[in-house]
């Protein structure tokens, strides 16, 4: 993957031919397109595709409470982003397509 120094393009993303344009903040990177992919359909991809959007709607829940969000945002590392930070607390609790009834939503 390459990553751009100075912004001669200034912020690009998207695609060009098979080349994949993506920005981070102020970073831009260039990568190359991944080759066709063929979702896999079996039981556990399946759960373990679900259980993941669930855990994403979950975290976005909590963090659209701000009084949950000020709370988290104590307790989650500087160089880390809260959603990334509560999606890895809060997915091992998540089991198959509920959620655990032990969860904590707070710190």
Do not use: H
């Not at 079996?42 to 701000?66: H, M, Q, W, Y």
């Amino acid at each position: 993957m390459a990553k751009l120094k100075k912004q001669i393009l200034g912020k690009i993303s998207g695609k060009l031919g098979d080349i994949v344009f993506r920005n981070t903040g102020k970073t831009n990177y260039i990568a190359s397109r991944p080759s066709k992919f063929k979702t896999p359909m079996d039981e556990n991809s399946i759960e373990r595709r679900n259980k993941f959007a669930l855990c994403g709607k979950f975290t976005s829940l909590v963090l659209s409470i701000p009084e949950l969000k000020y709370f988290w945002l104590q307790k989650t590392p500087k160089n880390k982003n809260i959603f990334n930070s509560l999606f890895s607390i809060f997915y091992p609790m998540i089991n198959n397509q509920n959620i655990d009834e032990t969860i904590t939503i707070t710190p």
